[in-house]
């Protein structure tokens, strides 16, 4: 079986979904301070198949204990984590507590029980901001908030650990912008308050939640002046997740791997694209930049070609439908 840490989340769900797809059995250990239990139940909707759910927290030693002694696991897929940046320049310690906290125990509790194959939720935040595009894994490393930094000290740590113990199959995968949901429209990315992220705004403009989009910034060097992203369909991810699984049972050592489709999309062009895929205007203003955010943000995808014979296949057309389709829905 493997183990799915925050498997309730939005990534981490449809990982799941994906994980039984491919014949997994799988169970979730959450402690739900980021969505809820009725997530597990649309699992099992989609796939017509049982899912096994703990409700845990990460750093619960012992419970995490018993989650390896009552089940018979041989991977882990570790979501658990805060992932809000803003929310972590304001509130570090419950950052570094949680995503860190979160891995040790993980760890110790797998390393104990003689598993040791890992896969870890990443992120392109790791990457120094002034580096050239595309990112390739081996571009320079530095944060600028808290979030990333616990991404960065993970990622570190995990090395550490396959160093010392050559038995340890590590891949961290650093997604880039995941937006979209299951084709269903059972499961997607149900932000609390206020979205962070450009897509669940979108969706809420376009479902009268909120009355416009505030875009940050038209006057960078880009064809249209607005921040470009690689954004990724979460059904491509999750996949992705499927296949660093089968690359980790089958190497040692720690990896760290990029999870992006490869092209940058403006901000503008994904607001046409929504309308054009859902008939729907959205209304916006411009706004100042935001500080600390850049230009330019895409992966170079060959390092996933190559190891994992992995690559994204979903465009953003697929990714506007659906994330409206779980909005619309629920
Ligand atoms: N969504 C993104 O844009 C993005 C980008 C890069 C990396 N990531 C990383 O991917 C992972 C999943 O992201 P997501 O968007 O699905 O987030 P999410 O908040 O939807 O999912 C995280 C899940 O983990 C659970 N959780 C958090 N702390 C826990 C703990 N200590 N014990 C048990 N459960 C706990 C939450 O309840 C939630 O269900 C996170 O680690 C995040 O940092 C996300």
Redesign the pocket.
């Known amino acids: 079986m493997i183990l799915v ?8 769900s449809h990982t799941c979904v994906e994980l039984i797809n491919a014949g997994h059995k799988v169970v979730i ?7 809820d239990p009725s997530v597990v139940e649309s699992i099992r909707d989609i796939t017509g198949k049982d899912v096994v759910c703990v409700d ?4 619960d030693k012992d419970k995490l204990l018993s989650v390896f002694k009552d089940y018979d696991i041989s991977a882990v897929v570790h ?5 809000a940046v803003g929310e972590s320049v304001s509130k570090p310690l419950s950052y570094y507590q ?2 860190l906290d ?1 891995t040790l125990t993980l760890c110790e509790v797998m390393d104990m029980q003689g598993v040791r194959t890992l896969i870890f ?5 790791v990457y120094d901001p002034s580096n050239d595009m595309p990112l390739v894994e081996s571009a320079t490393l530095g944060c600028t908030n808290p ?1 990333g930094w616990t ?1 960065l000290m993970n990622e570190q740590i995990l090395r550490d650990l396959a160093t010392a113990n050559e038995s340890w199959s590590i891949v961290s995968l650093r ?1 880039f ?2 937006i979209g949901a299951h084709e269903s429209g059972k499961i997607g ?1 149900r932000p609390s308050g206020i979205p962070n ?1 450009l897509m669940p705004y979108i969706t809420q403009v376009a479902a009268g939640v909120r009355d416009k989009l505030h875009v940050f910034g038209n006057d960078y060097p880009t064809a249209d002046g607005t921040g470009v992203r690689d954004y990724i369909h979460v059904v491509d991810l999750a996949q992705g997740h499927v296949r660093a699984l089968e690359y980790a049972q089958e190497s040692r050592g720690a990896q760290s791997i990029n999870l992006g489709s490869g092209t940058g999309c403006s901000v503008l062009q994904i607001i046409h694209a929504f309308e054009q895929a859902t008939g729907i205007t959205i209304p916006y203003v411009i706004d100042p930049r935001r500080p600390g955010d850049i230009a330019v943000c895409f992966a170079d995808t060959s390092k996933a070609k190559q190891l994992l014979n992995w690559q994204t296949q979903l465009d953003i057309n697929q990714m506007c439908e659906d994330a409206w389709r779980f909005e619309s829905q629920s």
């Open positions: 840490t925050g498997g309730a989340g939005y990534i981490g250990v959450d402690n739900f301070c980021n969505s845990a927290d990460v750093r979501f658990a984590g805060h992932k949680n995503n979160s939720s990443s992120s392109a935040t979030y991404k997604y912008n995941p990315e992220n």
